[in-house]
């Protein structure tokens, strides 16, 4: 019986052990594709933007924030359990008041909030304070699918549609590869812009730690700066009827030289269009035909 309770202490213990092992060092559960999700992920993506960088070591730190509060309080109740039940402590105290315990627990939540605030108010002062842009792209949600609008290169825009299940080559990911890729070029201050012609959907990159509302009549605006190359996947974040789930977001982030080459042959592919009416079409209520 004893030797069963031991096994079964020690099996928590390293179940507990492997589980904060994973949480607190996301290379344990790190991907395998870069930009994608995985099986049996735990932690986020990997950054691709300076910005998910900050807000992975935000979450870090309230990791930590929120397990010692709760292993504080767990101990507390432990400490009550065992030390004040009715066997331990049979004539309980008639104290009602004590000063410097209620400073303290007034006093030391505040600072624990201040220490959380602080950050998160930069964080959100990093997003939001847009820098110097270097291009800006349009994003635009329809049900399903997005198009894409190049402001900065002619105006030329093109629809980007999730690939079906046989139309996949290999490596490619299933309900997130898409027949026409967003592609931008590495280490630049890409503005999204970001509206719909139907119903809200919502423009979201998890390794760029963006997350978008794209409502019709509106224009919204993200910013981003991949630090890395590759194709980071994202998916449409906000019910937008039934095809929600397939109307994925796929970038690719290519050199500068690479970029240029791509222009060109996207202007070809895609006939330029006149800069702006789209989006002046959109705000001015005008029904998309699509
Ligand atoms: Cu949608």
């Not at 760029?208 to 509302?213: C, L, N, R, Y």
Request: net charge negative; charged share 20%.
């Amino acid at each position: 019986m004893r030797f069963a309770k031991n096994l079964l202490g020690y099996h928590l213990v390293v179940v507990f052990v492997t589980a904060m092992a994973t949480a607190f060092t996301p290379d344990l559960a790190k991907a395998t594709a870069e930009g994608e999700p995985v099986p049996w992920q735990m932690g986020f993506q990997e950054a691709a933007t300076p910005f998910m960088e900050k807000l992975i070591a935000f979450d870090n730190m309230l990791l930590w924030i929120i397990t010692i509060i709760s292993v504080f309080v767990l101990a507390l109740l432990l400490y009550c359990m065992v030390r004040f039940n009715s066997k331990a402590n049979p004539v309980p105290s008639k104290t009602t008041h004590n000063t410097l315990i209620e400073i303290a627990w007034t006093v030391i939540p505040i600072i624990v909030l201040l220490v959380i605030a602080i950050p998160s108010f930069r964080l959100l002062y990093f997003d939001r304070a847009f820098p110097k842009i270097d291009m800006t792209i349009k994003a635009i949600g329809n049900q399903w699918n997005w198009t894409y609008e190049y402001p900065d290169h002619d105006s030329f825009e093109f629809d980007s549609n999730m690939l079906k299940d046989d139309e996949l080559k290999e490596g490619q990911p299933r309900l997130l590869s898409v027949d026409n890729q967003v592609v931008v070029p590495v280490n630049k201050n890409i503005r999204v812009i970001v509206t719909a012609s139907d119903v809200i959907h919502n423009w979201a990159v998890p390794a760029f730690g963006i997350k978008m509302d794209a409502v019709p009549g509106r224009l919204n605006e993200v910013w981003f700066k991949a630090t890395k190359t590759g194709t980071f996947y994202g998916q449409c974040s906000e019910l937008c009827g039934k095809d929600h789930s397939f109307m994925p977001i796929a970038v690719r982030v290519v050199s500068d030289t690479e970029f240029a080459a791509w222009v060109v042959k996207a202007k070809e592919e895609f006939a330029a269009a006149p800069a702006g009416t789209k989006v002046a079409e959109l705000v001015s209520g005008a029904e998309q035909s699509r």
